[in-house]
């Protein structure tokens, strides 16, 4: 049986191979796809490696915030929809993580980084979950940051990564819509109620404007990325677009953002907004936002419960390979 390393092994190629090079260029000024046997430049694997498997450990340690009120969901309704919301999450990490390997990269390698604290997760996933209110927030407010980041990652020129994305995103905009609900529901409840869900719209806004990543000038990355049209659009032109849709929206909530300096700029035709703590920023990549550890330490954990799954999957594929071979 074949190895996941075997099963994923790219074609050989040499980094200076100018044909490669020039068919490569091609697909790329013609806004078309690259594909996983096609030749490809070593710093675009890498880059995609980078971005998508940082992408999809976001998604499964995405799942831990949320995770963390399934129990205490305020009905069965609503216990269902957010325990079918985290399922989901489980999903789109499994999408990422094939799309990954199409690169050369086996999972497990990926895995391993991640627990060992050397791969990045979205920084937004270090932040506390303190009540109901914040699975509100999340939906409308980080799914809502997440679809906006992805949607123009549908057209990332990488073939596997870009049609993962189309899939996840139809799933995030079901997931922000559900957010907006609970906001909803809770903006027109009780005085507390309603206190609730603005104290957790106060507490998630400057975390998810940060989702988007450094400011433009700060974003290493996003040059090259955008040259290689993997992304399509810079990190501080993304999170204006976002500003300006959660400005109108929450206004339906009769709820207000915690920024009194969004502001349309006429003359330039961008969404202004306050400033934002970026060495908070800093601190949480560094592995010391409020739930870092914490985050970690139950991934690991779950890894390690889940050793005899992998095994018996594991022996099960061998059992009915050696079928095959004997049929
Ligand atoms: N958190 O040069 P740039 C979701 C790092 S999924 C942590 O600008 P780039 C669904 C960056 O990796 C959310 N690290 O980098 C859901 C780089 O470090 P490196 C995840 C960050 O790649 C909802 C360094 O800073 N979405 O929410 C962050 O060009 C609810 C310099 O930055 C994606 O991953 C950050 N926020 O742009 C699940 C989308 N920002 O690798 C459950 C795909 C930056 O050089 C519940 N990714 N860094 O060591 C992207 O679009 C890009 O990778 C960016 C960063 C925009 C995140």
């Known amino acids: 049986m074949a190895t996941q390393t075997e099963l994923y092994a790219v074609p050989a190629q040499q980094d200076d191979d100018a044909a490669g090079q020039a068919a490569f260029d091609a697909v790329i000024a013609d806004d078309s796809r690259i594909e996983p046997r096609d030749w490809m430049p070593e710093g675009y694997r890498k880059t995609l490696v980078r971005q998508v498997s940082q992408h999809a450990h976001s998604e499964i340690i995405g799942m831990q915030p949320e995770a963390n009120w399934i129990t205490r969901a305020p009905s069965l309704k609503r216990k269902a929809i957010l325990l079918a919301k985290v399922q989901d999450e489980a999903g789109h990490g499994l999408y990422l993580y094939s799309a990954a390997e199409t690169l050369g990269t086996p999972r497990e390698k990926m895995t391993e980084d991640l627990i060992a604290g050397k791969a990045r997760y979205s920084s937004i996933f270090n932040y506390p979950t303190r009540s109901w209110a914040d699975m509100g927030a999340i939906g409308w407010l980080v799914d809502g940051a997440a679809i906006c980041n992805q949607v123009p990652l549908c057209r990332a020129s990488y073939g596997p990564y ?5 899939r996840i995103c139809k799933e995030e905009s079901f997931h922000q819509r559900q957010g907006f609900e609970i906001l909803l529901e809770l903006a027109n409840g009780t005085e507390a109620q309603k206190q609730m869900a603005q104290d957790a719209i106060n507490r998630w806004y400057a975390p998810a404007l940060m989702m988007f990543g450094p400011p433009d000038d700060d974003s290493p990355n996003s040059r090259q990325s955008m040259a290689w049209n993997i992304k399509r659009f810079s990190n501080d032109e993304l999170r204006q677009r976002f500003v300006g ?35 908070e920023f800093k601190e949480v990549l560094a592995g010391r936002g409020p739930c870092n550890s914490q985050r970690l330490a139950r991934r690991r954990e779950a890894h390690e419960n889940g050793a005899w799954v992998r095994e018996a999957a594991a022996a099960y594929a061998a059992k009915q390979a050696r079928k095959t071979e004997v049929a």
């Open 162 to 166: 870009g049609r993962a994305m189309v």
């Open 245 to 279: 849709m959660i400005y109108e929206q929450v206004k339906v909530l009769g709820l207000t953002l915690p920024d009194d300096q969004i502001r349309f700029n006429e003359e330039t035709g961008k969404w202004e907004h306050g400033p934002l703590d970026w060495n």
